[in-house]
């Protein structure tokens, strides 16, 4: 009898064992996609969002770690932004010098960015819209429950240096279709933009970028003599360069927003990221024109940045 009893409680044993090996099995599974699903609390550029007539953008953008709404309509084609958090709506309203955040259109419709500029977990918003054909830029910091408009202006490209790395967030404002760029170069301090010194910024294949950018809008076949890219750029990048169909479509440069994804040891980029917008219409006149967004990566191949990929993004 008491063998039995013996026998018994082995094999009890055995099987609890087994069932408590993969209860913990299960959990830790679980627990892995859970953190792996989770969203990036620090995560520089959060969202590059295309806005039609209407969007609505859940993020946290207060800091309190529940998702928030902002949200964007128009109304007479002109753009109007608000954030509804905690049962409250807050109006993002620009600077009277301006008196607007941008009007729509079809082919050149606003780009919202939600930057950490500050890493204190309160993205700034980044607007980048047209009015009148002419390119509209905004940056609302978050501050004692209101949004202020701390930065507006009329150049077409907003960039992020430093944006992940151990270094302060750079911010960059240019425009490309000007023969100096008109570059400036600021870091946020506390609630207002301080304007650095751009004389000695370098914005890694930037050169290359602008020739990319002239092979787009360049009429007719594309030139196959640029040495814009990498060596082993991807068959499908270089086919949707083709597909372009430019010798019945023109392609004119509207707007871009980049931003460092990678680094060295010494903080340096490795890569960076562009996303530009183009006006895009039937070379003989006929029809509306659309917007074609195209998703750029730039990395380091011995001494040069060049290009390494080439996606179209949808919204």
Do not use: C
């Not at 302060?168 to 170069?185: A, H, V």
């Not at 930037?206 to 787009?216: C, K």
Request: proline residues 3%; aromatic residues 10%.
């Amino acid at each position: 009898m008491k063998r039995t009893i013996v026998l018994i409680n082995k094999k009890l044993f055995y099987i609890l064992t087994f069932s408590l090996i993969v209860i913990l099995i299960m959990i830790i599974i679980a627990i892995f996609s859970m953190l792996k699903s989770k969203p990036q609390v620090d995560q520089a550029v959060s969202t590059n969002t295309l806005v039609t007539n209407e969007k609505a953008i859940k993020k946290d953008l207060n800091g309190d770690g529940k998702d928030d709404i902002l949200y964007i309509s128009t109304q007479n084609n002109k753009y109007y932004m608000e954030v509804h958090s905690l049962g409250k709506t807050i109006f993002l309203d620009p600077d009277k010098k301006i008196g607007t955040v941008g009007t729509y259109s079809s082919f050149w419709p606003m780009s919202v960015s939600l930057i950490d500029l500050s890493r204190d977990k309160i993205p700034e918003i980044l607007v980048q819209a047209s009015q009148d054909k002419v390119p509209i830029q905004h940056i609302f910091y978050y501050s004692s429950g209101q949004y202020n408009d701390i930065y507006f202006g009329s150049n077409n490209v907003f960039g992020i240096l430093d944006s992940k790395n151990n270094k302060t967030p750079k911010l960059i404002s240019m425009n490309l279709k000007s023969s100096n760029k008109d570059i400036s170069q600021y870091i946020l301090i506390k609630d207002s933009l301080k304007k650095v010194s751009s004389d000695t910024l370098t914005i890694p294949g930037l050169q290359n970028v602008l020739l990319f950018i002239d092979m787009i809008e360049s009429s007719g076949e594309l030139d196959s003599t640029y040495d814009v890219f990498t060596s082993d750029i991807d068959s499908d990048s270089m086919s949707l360069i083709w597909k372009l169909d430019k010798k019945d479509y023109i392609y004119e440069f509207q707007d871009a927003l980049f931003n460092d994804t990678k680094w060295d040891d010494k903080g340096s980029p490795r890569e960076i990221q562009w996303t530009l917008n183009f006006k895009k219409v039937i070379a003989q006149g006929i029809g509306d024109p659309t917007q074609v967004k195209l998703k750029i990566n730039v990395m380091k191949e011995d001494d040069k940045f060049k290009i390494n990929s080439i996606k179209i993004q949808k919204n």
